[in-house]
């Protein structure tokens, strides 16, 4: 690991001007390229205090051995060498946007005498119009069949084509009229390349014109009572508009544009881009990168236009990049794309209409696209082995944590104080043995006195499970309050239940993990590590995920440990933590509507939903089943004395309730009128419950 000191350029050595600058290691490989308006200010910002720097970063300037910088005389000229030089040198610490797949074009050689239309891959040729690209090459055979009947252009390979010109048959669609059969002369070459330009213009999305020229051949020929002619124009302007209706129509005629989609988190991002020719999209890609750097979404939309048209020119360069944020700055970006095309390019947030929802669309597949990339990542056995063993490492363990439980706190404002535990077995979530928590030991906001509550309940439980089965042997038991009792396997279990399973066996939250993850830095760390030593538990590792800057916190160190941005073992825990958090939000939310909807039958112990709305449809109203007696309640089906006792006697201690509104008018409704389920809008509902209140969910 290298000092950034050993290396730092002198005072007054770096330029003040635009210019491209590159890291070098110690075996003079570029390991990361950038660009900047003021090289000066720019490289100062890698050699200060290494603090102060971001992991990756700091990873990056003490992996580097050596800084060297090309001055230029513009901003787009460094934009140009930027991508000039990632492409030539392929830095590690530089992002680089991935294909999951090798996309299908619809290719047109104009670079041949006789052009020929196919389905293409790869890199792209000088000469040849390119058309998509498509998510599956079924779809470009499906509109090129198609087309065929209007724009009978050449299809078959050079030497099929020159095996027909040798023997002076055409193939099968020469025959059937799907080829003009250049191949035998039945058209010159000029009027081939004629036929050929014009399916360019149709997949362009100039489709107007044709439509109109074949209806009014179709009219003439009718007109003329060449009906067979006529019907064989019908037929190809059915194709066409058949050919059309595959790309859906989405913007205003004859907009040519590009959408482009950022989905992002603290590892990796996903960029999803439409295509859109002639108001429709024709085209869909995207592209997965791990985050090695760290950057901006403007930085991300920046990276994904040079590979969009680095090596692109002309129309292919749409007039319009619509982008979820713009490069900073955005001048030189603009420029270049201006350049490449040859005319204007509008870079540029869509604030409304069409092309806003089509953006949120494109937002979308590109969250699904991250989704899906992680999950086909966390399923892979290889990937998942090589996580576990990364974090053992880093956490000094003797093996690998193959049993890791993870705990975040949530709460809103103090308020619906809750905690989620969440189990992972060998790297795969084990969604049966996930519990939830209600904090109970205080009132308010404490995260960190909650952590402790939350571990301590939970090892309670385990110490509990060992001693019902014997597994003692010091004779020594750990689980005696301060009042000398000891909790046994009835003692508090999860969401309620006992900690046996119906057929005598202990439940899944008797096992312990290997490994205690929370959601938080050193002051939760130090919590959970607390409440494990008052049990006595010494064979439990304890670290916490802090989600700023992704840093993994153990028990006694003022330092914490960081793992590589690429880390499969960071990438697991980040995994872990995010679903805890996930599970914790949802039961708080669930907790806080719940008690936003609670009505004065609510506070009726025992009562189900069944026998409350048995109760209200009885007596219509909480008013009128207030005023009944013990008998008259004993009537509903289903409640019996006892029963009835308690809700009078819990009715009595309610306050008077608040009048029920009509969520839909907002008027007062009498209590006497029929009370129904509140849910739907007109539904009346009560007021009395504390009204919600607006603020962060954590």
């Known amino acids: 690991m290298a000092d950034p000191s050993s290396y730092r350029p002198k005072p007054g050595q770096i330029p003040d001007s635009p210019g491209v600058y590159r890291f070098r290691d110690e075996h003079r490989r570029v390991i990361y390229v950038g660009k900047a308006k003021s090289l000066r200010q720019r490289l100062a910002n890698y050699f200060q205090d290494l603090s102060g720097l971001h992991p990756r970063t700091r990873t990056m300037v003490t992996t580097a051995a050596s800084v060297e910088w090309t001055v230029v005389s513009t901003e787009v000229e460094a934009l140009q060498l930027e991508y000039s030089w990632i492409k030539e040198y392929d830095p590690r610490f530089n992002v680089k946007y991935r294909d999951d797949k090798s996309y299908p074009y619809l290719a047109v050689t104009m670079n041949e005498e006789f052009p020929r239309v196919q389905v293409m891959r790869g890199h792209k040729k000088k000469g040849v119009r390119y058309f998509g690209p498509y998510a599956h090459a079924w779809a470009i055979r499906d509109t090129v069949d198609l087309l065929l009947r209007v724009f009978p252009v050449r299809t078959c390979s050079a030497g099929v084509f020159k095996n027909a010109a040798r023997t002076g048959r055409p193939c099968l669609l020469g025959y059937i009229g799907k080829c003009s059969a250049p191949c035998v002369g039945r058209v010159s070459a000029d009027e081939h390349r004629e036929l050929a330009e014009e399916f360019c213009d149709f997949m362009t999305g100039r489709t107007g014109t044709y439509l109109r020229r074949l209806e009014k051949q179709m009219v003439d020929a009718a007109e003329a009572m060449e009906y067979e002619r006529a019907a064989r124009l019908r037929d190809d302007i059915e194709a066409l508009k058949k050919a059309m209706e595959k790309n859906a129509v989405v913007l205003a005629d004859a907009t040519d544009a590009d959408l482009i989609a950022v989905a992002e988190d603290e590892l990796e991002a996903a960029v999803q881009i439409f295509h859109v020719r002639g108001g429709r999209v024709r085209g869909q890609r995207g592209w997965v990168t791990d985050k090695v750097e760290d950057v901006t979404t403007g930085a991300l939309v920046e990276h994904a236009l040079q590979q969009l048209y680095g090596e692109e020119r002309g129309d ?16 030189p970006v603009q420029e270049w794309l201006t350049e490449r095309r040859g005319s204007n390019v509008s870079l540029r947030i869509p ?18 696209a991250l989704v899906l990339h992680k999950t086909r990542r966390a399923s892979d056995l290889t990937t998942r082995s090589r996580a576990l063993e990364e974090i053992a490492e880093a956490l000094d363990l003797d093996s690998a944590p193959l049993r890791i439980e993870c705990y975040d706190i949530s709460h809103l404002q103090g308020d619906d104080v809750v905690a989620s535990m969440v189990v992972f077995e060998d790297g795969l979530q084990r969604k049966s043995e996930y519990r939830r928590f209600q904090i109970k030991g205080f009132e308010g906001q404490d995260d960190v006195r909650s952590m402790h509550e939350v571990i301590t309940r939970r090892f309670r439980r385990y110490l509990a499970e060992k001693e019902r089965t014997g597994e003692w042997t010091d004779g020594e038991n750990p689980l005696a309050d301060t009042t000398g009792t000891a909790l046994t396997d009835t003692a508090e279990a999860p969401l309620g239940r006992s900690l046996k399973d119906d057929d005598g066996r202990p439940k899944r939250f008797a096992y312990p993990p290997q490994l205690v993850v929370v959601d938080g830095g050193q002051p939760q760390v130090a919590a959970a590590k607390r409440a494990l030593d008052e049990l006595g538990i010494d064979d439990i590792a304890v670290c916490g995920l802090a989600k700023r800057l992704e840093e993994v916190w153990v028990p006694d160190d003022d330092d914490p440990v960081v793992l590589p ?29 719940k008690r936003f909807r609670a009505g004065p039958l609510d506070e009726v112990p025992g009562l189900g939903e069944a026998r409350k709305q048995a109760l209200i449809k009885h007596f219509g109203s909480v008013k009128r089943l207030r005023a009944a007696t013990i008998d008259q309640i004993c009537e509903v089906p289903g409640i019996g004395r006892k029963t009835a006792e308690t809700i009078a006697a819990t009715l009595a201690r309610a306050a008077s309730p608040a009048p029920a509104v009509n969520t839909a008018t907002g008027e007062i409704i009498d209590d006497e009128e029929p009370v129904t389920t509140v849910g739907s809008p007109g539904d009346p509902v009560t007021t009395g419950a504390p009204e919600e209140r607006r603020g962060q969910e954590t």
Do not use: C, I, W
């Open 316 to 331: 292919s360069v749409p007039k319009e990049v619509l982008v979820p944020a713009l490069p900073e700055p955005v001048e």
């Open 351 to 368: 604030q409304r209409g069409d092309k806003k929802a089509l953006m949120e669309t494109v937002e979308r597949n590109a969250q699904q």
């Open 565 to 593: 941005r690429s880390s499969e073992g960071l990438y697991l825990l980040q995994r872990v933590r995010d679903e805890a958090h996930r599970f914790a939000l949802t039961y708080q939310r669930t907790k806080r509507a």
